[in-house]
């Protein structure tokens, strides 16, 4: 059941992965498209520097899950590397729960931009005049899905853990390559 849950979870993100990779190839065909027009004398088609920010930012929020899933986030891991194996899982699942907390916060305090622009009907005080609520959703909504990746992966990790599942248990909550020293 973990397992099944434990790809269900990769594969969902490995999926968004791929849509996020092919929202950014889209957006720099967008970008060039715009600045040859513009370098031609052909006009612009306007906006691409407005969406290209709506789509950095909803790259970063969802892309965050992602790379969390890969165990792709930075950690700075002196002291792990100088512990023995239930060390190192202490350290792990610590690690996961911090960052499960931090998502989680970040996701609650997210939610009052979006209900202050839904509230207000705010637009861009651009030509373009995109309702705001609009990147801001899929903003707030890549915070959401971050927040449920963190925790379902830090119960996935102390299951993992519990059940003596060691080598699971690294590949879902250990860093990514050890590094000795």
């Not at 853990?161 to 879902?172: H, I, V």
């Amino acid at each position: 059941m973990i397992d099944r849950i434990h790809d269900a979870l990769r594969r969902a993100n490995g999926a968004i992965a791929i849509l996020l990779g092919v929202a950014l190839v889209l957006t720099v065909l967008f970008i060039l498209t715009d600045v040859i027009l513009r370098r031609a004398g052909l006009g612009s088609l306007g906006g691409s520097d407005e969406v290209s920010g709506y789509v950095m930012g909803a790259v970063a929020s969802w892309g965050l899950a992602c790379a969390l899933m890969d165990r792709a986030h930075v950690r700075i891991d002196v002291i792990r590397q100088r512990l023995a194996a239930p060390g190192r899982a202490v350290m792990d699942i610590f690690a996961m729960i911090v960052t499960t907390g931090v998502v989680l916060l970040i996701a609650v305090r997210c939610w009052p931009v979006l209900s202050k622009t839904l509230t207000s009907g705010a637009r861009a005080n651009t030509s373009l005049e995109t309702p705001l609520w609009i990147p801001q959703g899929i903003w707030f909504a890549g915070w959401v899905w971050f927040a449920f990746t963190a925790t379902a992966l830090s119960l996935i990790a102390i299951a993992y853990l519990a059940t003596g599942r060691r080598e699971a248990f690294e590949a879902t909550a250990g860093i990514g390559a050890e590094v000795e020293t």
